[in-house]
């Protein structure tokens, strides 16, 4: 397996072809997987905003005055308003807001960053990253996967990884159950998410900051002969953590 | 970046000498990255037990029984306690056991797999993988890290992928702060948790089960100029997860 960022893509502006920008500067072939950053990803579906965008309602109002008072941090009403018109639910109330987003991702802040855009205040993250994999997908002339990737904090493990939070022309997870190990055992490990472990491994490759390349192509790696399945992000009811965190009360 | 799996390295036994059978089988270069999977790690060092090792004491019977008629699966005493003498902490104990290791690693069931051992019950992590890295790590003659991998699940999201457990020779991650992106903001994202993202991309390229390959060369990867922690468990302090899953009841 051989993981290239794609060296040159200039700054994105709204409405330009991510798939056009990658393939002028790589040779992509059938069967290779390529992986772009939320954030060239929402800057070309002009997923910008401005905190003057979201006039905070009571309950932002009532969020942002309850943390600044309870972390001893200044939050801005408008930016929980921004937050929670991008969610779906907030999973944590405090000390930050944890979301799911409207395509099922937990994070926080629903993902919403405020730097990475030169002219604005925030950037949102794609409205259906799956969907827009599918775009960038369906206008590559070659047949390569798309995985639409994000980095983000964990329980239990410091630190950020990349992760997917869109892909289009390969499953979310490859699943092994059925087979066997070399002796014979039926093995434990059996649903793999493939397209959070490319995330990943693209991540170290990208890098951040001024010199950071937003796509990466994955070549000579196949997904081979396994079933697959098309859920990444787990519901309520198999998600004994975020069970817990709904009914968690945070003590300064 | 490029990952190869090292092709051929038979069944281990116990006392086998990981990195001969490793450098014998794949050119190393000063500043590779050599993962190497847990479950072989563990069968060098003998960590191979049965259920008969582990007689249950008063606390596994009751953890038993209780799982048992809660889940209505039939779980063994024996399997609890040999969890509980792998654990330093219970992190959540229904439906299932969620558990810290002594070097810190939360996982379920103590990381303990009931397949993959041909003449044995039981095969446990690695008593101190840190330390299995850096055995490896001298007994080559290349400047390679090294990192012990494992596969586990994680909350919000469906499906494993791999995890490092044990490194050697690189930081657990990579810290950007201080650092601008492209539009001179400062970065969101600082602490990146590379030995992570390695132990993923490598699980993409090992499979698991009959034709799994236990070790994974990472070639043209750089660390670069970065500061580095050696940080990747976190403490139950940041780990909110971990706090709310304490006063969590399961209710079946």
Redesign the interface.
């Known amino acids: 397996?051989?993981?290239?960022a794609v060296e040159g893509i200039p700054?994105i502006r709204p409405g330009d072809d991510l798939a056009s920008l990658v393939a002028e500067r790589t040779d992509l072939a059938d069967g290779d997987v390529l992986t772009v950053a939320s954030t060239v990803v929402s800057k070309a579906e002009s997923r910008v905003a401005d905190l003057a965008d979201f006039p905070a309602g009571p309950r932002a109002e009532e969020i942002a005055t309850r943390l600044s008072e309870r972390t001893d941090e200044e939050k801005d009403p408008r930016f929980a308003q921004a937050v929670l018109e991008e969610s779906t639910d907030l999973v944590?109330e405090e000390?930050f807001l944890l979301t799911e987003t409207r395509f099922g991702h937990?994070c926080v802040n629903a993902g919403i960053?405020?730097?990475?855009?030169?002219d604005n205040d925030l950037l949102l993250l794609p409205k259906r990253p799956g969907e827009s994999a599918r775009r960038i997908r369906e206008a590559l002339p070659e047949d390569v996967a798309v995985i639409v990737t994000d980095?983000c904090g964990?329980?239990?493990?410091?630190?950020?990884?990349?992760?997917a939070i869109g892909w289009d022309g390969i499953p979310?997870?490859r699943d092994?159950r059925g087979?066997?190990?070399?002796?014979g055992?039926?093995?434990?490990?059996t649903?793999?998410?493939?397209v959070?472990?490319?995330a990943?491994?693209a991540?170290?490759?990208t890098?951040?900051?001024?010199g950071?390349t937003p796509a990466v192509v994955v070549r000579d790696?196949d997904f081979?002969d396994h079933a697959g399945?098309e859920?990444?992000?787990?519901d309520l009811e198999?998600?004994?953590?975020?069970?817990?965190?709904r009914?968690?009360q945070?003590e300064p």
């Open positions: 397996m051989e993981l290239d700054e944590m000390p937990v960053d405020r730097s990475n855009v030169p980095t964990r329980p239990f493990r410091y630190g950020q990884r990349g992760v979310a997870s092994w087979e066997e190990d070399r002796d055992h039926e093995l434990a490990v649903v793999q998410s493939v959070d472990e490319l990943a491994a991540n170290l490759v890098g951040e900051g001024a950071g790696w081979g399945s859920n990444l992000f787990r198999s998600d004994f953590v975020r069970q817990a965190l009914e968690w945070w």
